[in-house]
Structures are given as C-alpha cells and as structure tokens.
C-alpha cells in the first residue's frame, strides 16, 4: 500500500491559498476515484476537490476554517495504485509522513476534470509554493526561477528575490502579463474595517466573504485608478425594434434568449477593436495594450453578492454565441457553478443597470482593467429626430451610457470618442455588426 498526498491545487492565477468549508469524508472512510472530498473557497469561487485516486482516508491535514496555501498537504490517502519510494519527512503536527520521491503529486482539479502530475522536487527545494504562485502571476517561468539566487534561509527564493529580478535582473524581451497580488485583496479589504456606533434597535450584520472580498477591491480600485465617468444619451429605438421583432425566431434558431446583453457587448466589441487604447491596463509606468479581447459582465448573485463571469475572445463569437455564454454564464455564476479560470482575465466591463430600473451610475473599474461601461434603463421620451422636412418630435426608446475609465490612461479625449462611437453604432444597429458593418 502507498500513501498519497493530496494537495491543495492551483484554480488560477494570482490565487495562493483556499479555505477548507467542508471535509465530505473522514478519516477512515474508503472514497472512489473522483469522488467528491472536500469543499474549498477562495477569493473567486468555490469548488470542490475531487479524489484522483481510489483508497482510503488516512488523515485530514487541515480542518474546516482553515486556510492551506496552494501546494501544501490537506489530506493523506492510502492506495494501493501507485509505487512510490518511502522518504520521511515531518506534517504540520510533528509526526512522520512518508511521501513518494520523486514526488507524486495529485492536483484536482474543479468539477470532472482532472490532472495528475508527476514531478521531482529536484532543482525546486529553494522554491516554496508562494513563490512559485508569485512566479506565474509575474511570467516567470521554472526555467527563471531556477536562476535566481535565493537569499533567504539555506538559499530559498523569496518575494523580495523575484521583485528584484524583475526589477533589474530579468533580460529584455519577456513577455509579462500583469496580474495583482490576491494579498493585496485582504490588505485593503481590512483597511475598510470601521468601527460606528450601534444604538439602540440597530441590527448588526457580519459581512460574508464575499462581500468582504467586494469590499476590499472596490477600495482598491478607488485608490489606485482616478476615477473619471463619461456619460451620454442613446437613442436606442432601432435596436429596440429589430429585437422585438426577431427574438422569437432567434431563440428557435440559438436556443438562448435575446436578451441587450450580447446586442450590447457585440458592438462594444467591435468599438473596442476601434479604440485599442481603451482595452488596456496599467503595468507600473507602462501600459499593456491587450491582444484579447475578454469581455466580463456584471452579474447579480441570489444573496446580493455581485460577480463578474468573462467571455474570453468575444471578437471571435457571433450574436448567437454571445447569447449562449452570457445565459451560461449568468446561470451558472447564480448557482455558484463558476470556474476559477472564468471570472479572471476580464480586459473590459459591462454592467446592466438597467434592469433594476436606474437611469445611470458611475460604476467602478474592475482591476487591472481600465473602464467600465454601464447601461441605463430603456425609456420613451420625446426626441428630436431629423425628417426630409427638418426636425421633429417623436416618442423614442432613449438609454443613459456612463464610461468610467482610468485617467490615468485614457483621458477625456479618448474616452468620450469612445463612448459615442458605441452610442452611433446603437443607433445605427445592423445585425452582425461584427461582419457586416465595415
């Protein structure tokens, strides 16, 4: 027989540690290949890890309400599937365990897909896990990390090790992706803890996870970007009308609603192939002018929660695929059935205010993007429309935008361009605007 580890595995970047919620086993109980054995949560979502291998429980490391870090140890599997050579080594309680060298390591992954990776710690003992979660959220490949010279206890690499090479060791020519340390999440996430008075009647509330996590990066945001909102009224009649008028065929044909969600997002699709310099984000002193185009859209959760599913490519989807990822997504994320990898690498935002009847907002940017588009409500009001005999009144179907970006990138130049171009191609709608209109 063998005892397997099984760790905590990697559900994104920038994500360095989960919280246990719920072990579904004990020790001692017999589980079956991908078996559900626990439940954990991070700063995204939550999921649940299933069994890589058939055995039984010999230990749970951890216990509900605490927080490994990716990489470590949660629980101890004795299996009889693989053959392993016996080294000791110590838990986190003192007492012997006998891994596999070289090790096998299993990461399971969310739902049904699964992943068993076989590696040796050789060349990676000066290489804890945080560094190595810091190392992908950075670009840095293993090949790098190998290369740097640790300066920490017995030669171990650390955070201050990889800032410095990128700094001022790391060559020309490497391609890196700018991602936000998940710690400054809880950083800034604590810094919005106050204390108010609690009079008499008052009813007090503990913010969930969730929304401490919301919380701390609606702060961050705040401080990092200047925050400046663009707004402008769209006529929205002509689009308003070719739905009305082509939903019930569209759903026979895509099998999804024609909801203004993907209509939106398609045109803002193509205005942002127009406007590169607003798919962008802020890297130090440089700015990374995205290649991709994902869009993310705000999405109301069942407990008031708010969380941001993104469609990845969206320039390569057609209406009707829009529509089936964003019903996907939508119903998926209001079942806490979401991805790690789909709520991450948004480059731009919609939010739909609208359904909840506002005119407008000013909504905050999503970080490390830099604007936010937001959709008013759809009300009739009188509008001056041109005829062949000169301007009128007409009753029109009238939508406030609002554009909030990062001034500190985008000015007002660029960002109003922007935002009516959107509103022309909306009052100008054609269908398939991704390849019918030039």
């Known amino acids: 027989m063998t005892r397997f580890e099984l ?28 078996q559900p054995l626990v439940e954990v949560a991070t700063d995204k979502v939550d999921s649940e890890i299933p069994s890589p291998v ?12 605490e927080i490994p870090k990716v990489g470590e140890v949660i629980a101890l599997i004795e299996t009889a599937q693989y053959d392993q050579v016996d080294i000791p080594v110590q838990d986190r309680e003192g007492s012997a365990i006998r891994p596999p060298e070289p090790a096998q390591q299993v990461s399971a ?7 068993v990776s076989f590696y040796s710690h050789s060349g990676e003992t000066n290489l804890s896990p945080l560094v190595r979660s810091l190392a992908r959220q950075r670009g840095i490949t293993l090949s790098e990390l190998q290369k740097i010279k640790g300066t920490g206890f017995n030669g171990r690499v650390t955070k ?46 503990e913010m969930d996870r969730l929304r401490k996590i919301i919380a701390g990066n609606m702060v ?29 065929e569209f759903y026979s044909r895509e099998h999804a609603r024609l909801t203004y969600t993907p209509l ?6 193509r205005v942002l192939k127009e406007f590169p310099r607003i798919n962008v984000s802020v890297s130090g002193e440089s700015i990374i002018i995205r290649k991709n185009i994902n869009i993310g859209f705000a999405t109301a959760l069942p407990d008031g929660n708010l969380i941001v599913p993104v469609i990845r490519n969206a320039d390569h989807d057609n209406l009707g695929t829009l529509a089936r990822k964003v019903a996907d997504l939508a119903e998926r994320a209001r079942n806490n059935a979401l991805l790690p990898s789909e709520i ?14 506002n005119l407008t907002g000013t909504p905050i940017i999503n970080q490390p993007e830099a604007a936010i588009l937001a959709i008013g409500t759809i009300i009739k009001k009188p509008w001056a429309v041109k005829t062949p005999e000169g301007y009128g009144i007409a ?7 609002s554009l909030t970006y990062d001034h500190r990138v985008i000015d007002g130049a660029l960002g109003g361009s922007f935002l009516s171009r959107i509103a022309w191609y909306i009052e100008n709608f054609k269908a398939g605007i991704n390849t019918t209109i030039p």
Do not use: C
């Open 109 to 115: 992954l969310h739902g049904n897909q699964r992943k």
């Open 54 to 65: 058939d055995g039984t429980i010999i230990k749970l490391v951890f216990h509900e309400g």
């Open 220 to 248: 961050r945001s705040k401080r990092i970007a200047p925050h400046v909102t663009s707004f402008l009224e769209a006529d929205m009649t002509t689009l308003v009308l070719w739905r009305e008028n082509n939903k019930e």
């Open 344 to 357: 991450k690498g948004g480059t731009f935002t919609i939010t739909n205010i609208g359904q909840y009847n």
């Open 160 to 205: 201050e090790d990889i800032d410095n090479y990128l700094l001022s060791a790391r060559p020309e020519g490497h391609d890196t992706d700018f991602t936000y340390d998940e710690t400054r999440i809880i950083q800034d996430r604590d810094q919005i803890i106050q204390h108010s008075p609690v009079n008499p009647g008052d009813e007090v509330i």
């Open 7 to 34: 760790i905590l595995p990697s559900m994104g970047e920038g994500i360095i540690e989960a919280t246990i919620t719920r072990w579904l086993v004990s020790a001692g109980q017999h589980v079956e290949f991908d």
């Open 395 to 401: 009753v029109r179907d009238i939508s406030m935008l």
């Open 264 to 269: 939106l997002m398609e045109i803002v699709v």
